[in-house]
């Protein structure tokens, strides 16, 4: 459990930033929405998040909770979910709401594309079997689209109604009538997503700070 009770200057703090990207000042602004959330406890619970009223009307809110409890967000190997996380935890998850910060070379803004995606995917394969149906596809490139600002919701939804319709004629209409399509894998649904820049579509407001200023 990553229990945090130490100040913003000590060694712990400093491992976290080298971690997730975050400032030592950003990580203090983040300790203390941890401490808010979780009324000064060491731990948050899926309850606490109830608390968030910029996520209840989050079409996805559901999945973005569950993304703070999935062990596969902090561990290669994780499986299932955990019924409680510390501030590390917390700080890792939000992390993959940050862009990529200003001087960051191609290689590394691609292994961070690549974390992105994956957590992305993880979030849509609720049942972990390493694959996404094609409506989940399509709420995730709603959800991307709808959040570039220069689209409204409808024009969104009929672009993400059109890539998953041209999904399923790669994916699906290549298929033989008696096979049976097991959803998109995660490395099909990295090259599906390949023209789609996600790194500064990716936020969410979060107890009134957007985690699109967490990324200078």
């Not at 703090?13 to 929405?33: A, D, P």
């Not at 570039?148 to 969104?156: H, I």
């Not at 049976?180 to 090259?191: H, V």
Request: aromatic residues 10%.
């Amino acid at each position: 459990m990553g229990s945090f009770q130490s100040l913003p200057d000590d060694h712990h703090y400093r491992t976290l930033s080298k971690k997730t990207g975050f400032s030592l000042e950003q990580i203090g602004i983040l300790h203390n929405r941890f401490k808010q959330l979780s009324l000064n406890e060491e731990i948050l619970r899926r309850d606490d998040f109830n608390k968030v009223q910029d996520l209840k009307d989050n079409p996805i809110r559901s999945q973005i909770v569950e993304a703070f409890f999935d062990r596969r967000n902090f561990h290669k190997d994780g499986v299932g979910s955990m019924e409680e996380i510390g501030f590390e935890e917390f700080l890792t998850v939000m992390s993959y709401f940050r862009a990529p910060a200003l001087h960051t070379t191609e290689e590394q803004r691609e292994v961070i594309r690549r974390a992105k995606l994956r957590f992305l995917f993880n979030m849509h394969d609720t049942d972990n079997d390493g694959t996404i149906t094609l409506e989940e596809y399509r709420h995730v490139v709603e959800e991307l689209l709808s959040r570039s600002g220069s689209l409204g919701k409808e024009t969104a939804k009929g672009i993400a109604d059109t890539a998953m319709l041209e999904v399923a004629s790669i994916s699906v209409g290549q298929m033989a009538p008696d096979e049976f399509y097991e959803g998109i894998t995660f490395e099909q649904f990295l090259k599906i997503l390949k023209g789609l820049e996600i790194e500064t579509r990716m936020n969410i407001h979060f107890l009134n700070m957007d985690t699109t200023v967490l990324c200078k």
